[in-house]
């Protein structure tokens, strides 16, 4: 059974004690024919008033297919103790096989900075 070309919006957001850390925002446009995209913004905050602390945050999306193995995005936004929040475009795309479905999400790293 075919999927009718289309998108949707996506956001996606981890967070932890201080709030939101991470988060990936964007459109994922389908052809129909198992073609998707990916364009959006991934986002790390190091949490309001923490920005004197040493540790840095960093988010990045994760894609797969069904029974694929997860894909990391090569795109990574970074927060350290000199900001509150650390951008950065994402693109990804790729091709599932008929009736595949994707799957998303966004991961976080935190580290002494």
Not at 28 to 52: I, V
Request: charged fraction near 20%; hydrophobic fraction near 30%.
């Amino acid at each position: 059974m075919a999927v009718a070309p289309g998108s949707a919006p996506i956001d996606l957001e981890v967070g932890s004690s201080i709030g939101i850390i991470g988060e990936v925002t964007g459109t994922l446009p389908w052809n129909g024919e198992g073609g998707y995209s990916f364009d959006g913004t991934a986002s790390a905050w190091c949490g309001e008033g923490n920005h004197t602390s040493k540790m840095k945050y960093t988010a990045w999306l994760e894609y797969s297919g069904a029974g694929q193995s997860w894909k990391k995005t090569k795109e990574e936004a970074v927060c350290t103790k000199s900001a509150t929040e650390g951008t950065h475009p994402i693109h990804v795309s790729g091709t599932l096989r008929k009736g595949q479905k994707l799957d998303l999400r966004v991961s976080t790293w935190t580290s002494e900075s």
